[in-house]
């Protein structure tokens, strides 16, 4: 009986399995429509990093990455020799887990908030405003945040009428970090807030009846049926983050920060660009570059893991 079943699984398993001949043969419409953009992530995403190479060289433009000189990983150690380096990477730290941590905590209570509005139209409106920032590029955000924050700005203007002197809010290296993360809570938060709120409309409304039938009430409803609903894709999204926690947003941070700020928001991504392109230490810059990717690769794969094996998520 046993071989005969093992036998009938090698078949089925024959009859499935094509060559690669065939496969094309079947879906080469498919393959066709997905040749342009595997070109294209071939030309800029992996041809690239052939240069990679220069964080193990002392590298020279007009020698070239063949003519330059190997010295192995000097560059990785002079990462943690520079305070500016090192203090970059606790800039980067900070404001991404800041960023991350508030990025799920307040997307989730404005879901639960707005869940309990019953009103239709109010509640479609407050979610297309919440959401529209989401599509800004962060050159608006940071020019709306000059308008605001600057000496002449709003802010300024209004402290002004009782008597208060005005402050470059943005030219504070002690104010800069709270300002990144709020500017850019009050940009994605909204979209955020859409993901939990399709949790929530799939939790099964038998669940609440029952739960009003036992004498739930509003509050009671949502810490017992509707947290434990969105708690599987809120586990996904926490784990699915940790891969960007050396990613605090090099396009917001570039458009915010100056000299004055370089203490407090200057992070790994602009850190490498001022390195790399500034001031020509090529060979540096690509080594801050990797060392930040290598550590981002591990996150990412420890997220995936711990997604699939806690909330059954996985991708492949």
């Known amino acids: 009986m046993e071989t005969t079943v093992k036998e009938i699984t090698k078949t089925v398993a024959k009859k499935k399995k094509k060559t690669l001949r065939q496969e094309l043969k079947i879906n080469w419409p498919l393959y066709t429509l997905l040749l342009p953009t595997i070109v294209s992530v071939i030309i800029f ?3 690239p990093m052939g240069g990679l190479i220069m964080a193990f060289q002392n590298y020279k433009p007009w020698l070239g990455i063949l003519g330059s000189e190997f010295i192995g990983l000097d560059n990785f150690r002079r990462i943690f020799d520079f305070p500016e380096s090192f203090q970059a990477i606790i800039n980067t730290i900070v404001i991404a887990c800041w960023k991350i941590v508030l990025g799920i905590i307040v997307p ?8 309990e509005v019953r009103q239709t139209g109010i509640k479609k409106g407050i979610q297309t405003m919440v959401y529209l920032p989401h599509f800004l590029s962060w050159v608006t955000v940071a020019g709306m945040m000059k308008d605001i924050l600057g000496l002449d700005g709003i802010v300024n203007t209004f402290l002004s009428n009782f008597g208060i002197e005005p402050t470059f ?3 504070e290296a ?6 990144i993360i709020a500017s850019d809570l009050w940009k994605g938060f909204g979209f955020g807030m859409i993901v939990y709120l399709a949790a929530i409309s799939n939790i099964d409304p038998n669940l609440y009846e029952a739960a009003e039938m036992d004498g739930a009430g509003r509050l009671q409803q949502t810490f017992h049926v509707t947290l434990p609903g969105m708690l599987p894709i809120i586990i996904v999204m926490a784990t699915l983050s940790l891969g960007n926690v050396l990613n605090a947003g090099f396009d917001q941070v ?3 920060y100056s000299p004055l700020t370089y203490s407090t928001g200057d992070i790994i991504d602009t850190y490498v660009y001022r390195q790399s392109l500034l001031n020509g230490q090529y060979s540096f810059g690509t080594a801050v570059g990797l060392f930040k990717s290598g ?3 591990i996150l990412t794969v420890v997220a995936y893991r711990i997604a699939y094996k806690v909330a059954n998520y996985r991708i492949f």
């Open 108 to 115: 989730v209570i404005m879901a639960l908030m707005l869940n």
């Open 174 to 179: 002690d104010m800069f970090r709270q300002i």
């Open 169 to 171: 809010f943005l030219g």
């Open 45 to 47: 995403n992996y041809l």
């Open 254 to 256: 570039f458009n915010l």
């Open 295 to 297: 550590i981002g690769l």
